[in-house]
């Protein structure tokens, strides 16, 4: 998951991503624009029984509403 409240900073790490040969990246990898989303996909996630399926979250510091610290 990829956690940024400016989606130009979300696409540059998708960028990264394809340099690094994730060929089904764009299936993948979720975004949450905010701390507030990601904690909901993570819950969703754990309610349905995969609380797994983010192996990997970068997450912004510095966002609205629910910052990358508290969240």
């Known amino acids: 998951m990829i956690v940024d409240d ?4 979300c696409q540059i790490i998708m960028g990264f991503l394809m340099i690094l040969g994730v060929e089904d990246r764009k299936e993948r990898a979720e975004i949450a624009l905010d701390g507030t989303e990601a ?3 993570m819950h969703e996630a754990i309610e349905e ?3 797994h399926r983010y192996s990997l979250i970068l997450m912004d510091s510095n966002m ?5 610290y508290k969240a």
Request: charged share 25%; hydrophobic share 40%; aromatic share 14%.
């Open 49 to 51: 029984g995969d609380p």
């Open 6 to 9: 400016e989606m130009f900073n």
């Open 64 to 68: 609205p509403f629910l910052d990358g």
């Open 39 to 41: 904690v909901r996909l």
